[in-house]
């Protein structure tokens, strides 16, 4: 029988039965109990078009932190094996000194409307200062635009227009303007109430200024909305087998020094970073490429990529840390209210506020920044994630409940003996273990 190499016509009118069985023939079976039945498909449809299920993506709990005084258990959704336990192994080490102190700017959200005009730089100038003047009359119509959230305590908060250098040469007369509005979007994330915002006073401003809408869109930036969590690990906790605390604490400054020099490794330094903090953002049902693309901006603001985080030695030896990131997540709105699972981790958090779930999510990134660098300046993050990647490799080979365990076991046994860490060598394993009488 031909196996079909297209979807059938009018794909995306059929059921979520009939798409999934349409997917059969070029891609073999969706396995159900894992991609979702009931409300989880339900909501899929709701979210996305076309939706055949969900990818299961573990969910977590990071024990052990203490944010600003409060005990916390932190939901965490990730894929990555060791990324939960490295956390609750960071909060531990904050917390043995009090936990971490932790600040947020307002959730302020950011407009950009890009206009153009046929206009010299002095002309655009000009065009950009009527903008400021009428920066009263704007601000009531983005109010206007978004009663709801103005009745919620937010709303309009000011805003910046300037001509934009976009590189065209200085005798043509297509100019390029800037404006930024920003909004105060108290616990929703808020790029849909921004660009609503944006394209309800776009054409304000073109009357005002003469020039013309290129686009209206949210700036994932949100360059003025920050998030601040410090700590303090005391040297004597970070101390492993040849490798005194004191040590430990001066080869972290040095890592986080050359993290500073070099993009390479800062993009790496941040990237551990951002597996605490997008996971925490995933679990809560936030926009995980928001999150992650304001981090990375944010990283490179300074001119070149740097780390999002900071490290001293502290006067009495100890390890003083410190993150700064932009951190637009949300407790309502969007896929928040909708998902039940990141209803329940909002619950678990104790329904936070937007800025407070930002804090949180910073603390969890300091934690995870400093659980990597711990191992990375010792006995490196190898060792640690052996037995997790055996595990894998024996659940791939085929291997189910208890057998996992004694397949990984013997994995890494034979590794350590020169074997390959292996899928074959799990299956190898796996069958040898089949063959063998119960009992033996
Ligand atoms: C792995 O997901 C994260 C690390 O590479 C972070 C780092 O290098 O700092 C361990």
Redesign the pocket.
């Known amino acids: 029988v031909p196996v079909p190499r297209t979807l059938p016509g009018g794909f995306r009118k059929l059921a979520v039965d009939d798409r999934r069985a349409a997917l059969v023939g070029l891609a073999g079976t969706l396995p159900l109990e894992s991609t979702g039945s009931g409300d989880a498909l339900q909501m899929a449809e709701l979210l996305v078009e076309n939706a055949v299920g969900v990818i299961p993506i573990p969910l977590g709990v990071a024990t052990g932190f203490v944010v600003d005084g409060e005990a916390l258990h932190v939901p965490m959704a990730t894929e ?1 094996a060791s ?1 939960i336990a490295a956390a609750s192994y960071g909060a531990r080490l904050f917390a043995a000194r009090g936990g971490f102190v932790t600040a947020a700017d307002a959730a302020i959200a950011t407009v950009q409307i890009i206009l153009q005009a046929d206009a010299n730089r002095e002309e655009l100038a000009a065009a950009a200062a009527q903008v400021r003047t009428a920066a009263r009359r704007i601000g009531a119509a983005v109010d206007a635009a978004l009663p709801t959230l103005v009745a919620r305590g937010g709303g309009f908060r000011g805003l910046f227009a300037d001509l934009l250098d976009t590189g065209e040469p200085g005798e043509t007369r297509a100019g390029t303007l800037k404006v930024e509005i920003d909004v105060d979007v108290r616990d929703a994330m808020g790029a849909n109430k921004v660009n609503t915002a944006g394209e309800h006073v776009a054409s304000l401003i073109e009357e005002l200024t003469g020039a013309r809408r290129l686009m209206a869109i949210v700036t994932n930036a949100s360059p003025r909305s920050l998030v601040r969590a410090q700590g303090n690990v005391a040297a004597g906790l970070l101390a492993r087998p040849g490798w005194p605390g004191a040590d430990v604490v001066h080869r972290i400054v040095a ?1 986080a020094g050359v993290a500073d020099a070099d993009p390479h490794r800062a993009v ?2 941040n ?3 951002m ?1 605490g903090i997008s996971a925490v953002a995933l679990a809560t049902g936030n926009d995980t490429r928001a999150v992650e693309a304001a981090a990375h901006g944010w990283a490179a603001a300074r001119g070149a990529y740097q780390s999002l985080s900071s490290y001293q030695v502290g006067a009495d030896g100890s390890l003083e840390c410190a993150i700064e990131l932009p951190l637009p997540v949300g407790t309502v709105g969007g896929a928040v209210d909708l998902n039940p699972v990141a209803q329940m981790s909002l619950r678990l958090l104790g329904d936070p506020s937007s800025r407070r779930l930002a804090r949180i999510a910073a603390a969890v990134g300091l934690a995870q ?1 400093v659980a ?2 711990r ?2 300046v010792t006995e490196g ?1 190898q060792a640690g994630h052996m037995r997790l990647h055996a595990a894998r490799l024996a659940f791939a080979s085929g291997a189910r409940g208890d057998e996992v365990d004694v397949v990984a076991g013997e994995l890494v046994a034979s590794a350590a003996a020169g074997s390959p860490m292996a899928r074959t060598t799990a299956g190898d394993l796996l069958r040898r273990l089949r063959a063998t009488p119960a009992g033996d």
């Open positions: 990555e990324v890592a790496t330094h990237k551990g970073i597996n920044n990597a660098l191992a990375l993050i």
